[in-house]
């Protein structure tokens, strides 16, 4: 991303907040970020590969989602959901060209350009627009208060689009789509051909208009106890031991080409930017990040486990093994597992290979041996009776 770009574009800090956003969320079902850093030009972020395209790629392709498929996509999707709500995250922009597929069918939501945090849940809104037209919520688009059910909102239409290959509200303009949504209230009647009755009634709740009586307003297992829901294994799609309906070809491109777009590296404008105070300073908290770093996994611990999914009836996370467990439990368990696997000090100072001592420096704390030497590791015959206790060989 051209720095100077994002700064005529006044979308520069937007950029920092995504980037601080993704580096904290970490979920089977999402978009990983791997590493960010900048050079003097660019700013550079790194994510996994999904080979198999979005949504609206397959749309194009003319592709027939059926009822098995969509609810397979559905509850990938709820499952993202979720431990974005979990952790006060809206999206608000989930739409098909941000929902990939990874090359086992999987689908991983992405692009959190104008997502946000709440801080005060549930008391707190959002009210300034955001959004694809098409695909927001009525209280987004009208510019009225809105929170996580805004999200459940977008999910109907992807679903809708999904059955009758167009979305609920259509127009030329912003404006026209908010002259739909005020006069018209989205109510589907017959199923097609193939579809059931109960999917019916799961995205008619999830297309009302009013956010407080919309389906998952009380909590995401208004979603899962729905009758169109209520047996399906969350288990099995979650460690992604299900095969996928629907996998993709192995050479697949995604719908978004390579935009045109009319700015010029070399324009008068672009080299004003380039000088000026705030090209320098604009940038400086976007700083490098590396996913397998320590300081990095640190980071993450204040998010809640995305290794166990939330039962709302009894208020506990459970596990992926099926038991029911705290936040604080799943803590303790963790930070357990980080003590049992670190390396224990070492406070022997001397080794012997092929009958010769060598001096040695010891990081006693961790462990780690400070200087690399290069050692012979031929077998030795020994008497082990010679050897004092706390040596080691």
């Given at each position: ?226 009758p169109w829901l209520k047996s399906y294994d969350w288990k099995s799609t979650y460690l992604k031991k299900e095969k996928a309906p629907f996998i993709p070809p192995k050479k697949v ?141």
């Amino acid at each position: 991303m051209s720095k100077a770009k994002l700064i005529e574009q006044n979308c520069y800090e937007d950029i920092i907040y995504e980037r601080d956003l993704e580096s904290n969320l970490e979920h089977s079902f999402l978009t990983p970020l791997i590493f960010s850093f900048q050079d003097n030009d660019y700013l550079y972020t790194i994510h996994d590969l999904m080979s198999g395209g979005d949504l609206r790629y397959w749309y194009t392709q003319q592709k027939n989602f059926n009822e098995k498929e969509c609810k397979f996509l559905v509850a990938c999707i709820i499952l993202a959901l979720e431990y974005l709500h979990r952790n006060k995250i809206i999206h608000r922009d989930l739409k098909p060209e941000n929902v990939l597929f990874d090359k086992n069918g999987y689908i991983h939501v992405a692009d959190f350009g104008i997502a946000r945090m709440l801080n005060n849940e549930p008391e707190e809104k959002l009210i300034h627009i955001s959004g694809t037209p098409g695909y927001m919520a009525p209280e987004t688009i009208f510019k009225e208060k809105h929170s996580y059910t805004s999200d459940f909102f977008s999910l109907g239409v992807i679903i809708y689009e999904m059955m009758f290959k167009k979305r609920p509200f259509i127009g030329k303009n912003r404006q026209e789509i908010k002259d739909k949504m005020a006069n018209t209230q989205i109510k589907i009647k017959e199923p097609p051909k193939g579809w059931s009755p109960e999917i019916i009634d799961f995205v008619n709740k999830l297309l009302i208009k009013n956010p407080e009586e919309r389906l998952g307003n009380k909590g995401f297992s208004e979603l899962k106890s729905h009758p169109w829901l209520k047996s399906y294994d969350w288990k099995s799609t979650y460690l992604k031991k299900e095969k996928a309906p629907f996998i993709p070809p192995k050479k697949v491109i995604c719908s978004e080409e390579i935009e045109s777009v009319n700015l010029s590296e070399n324009s008068k404008n672009l080299k004003k930017i380039k000088s000026s105070e705030l090209f320098k300073k604009a940038f400086i908290n976007f700083k490098y990040y590396n996913k397998y770093s320590k300081t990095c996994r640190e980071k993450r611990e204040k998010y809640i486990n995305p290794h166990a999914i939330y039962d709302e009836e009894e208020n506990k996370f459970k596990s992926i093994d099926g038991k029911n467990q705290t936040k604080e439990k799943i803590k303790e368990e963790n930070d357990k597992k980080i003590l049992e696997n670190k390396l224990p000090p070492q406070p022997i100072k001397t080794k012997i290979f092929n009958n010769k001592k060598e001096e040695y420096k010891v990081d006693e704390k961790n462990g780690i041996l400070l200087d690399n030497q290069i050692i012979n590791l031929d077998l030795i015959e020994i008497n082990t009776n010679t050897i004092k206790i706390g040596e080691q060989i």
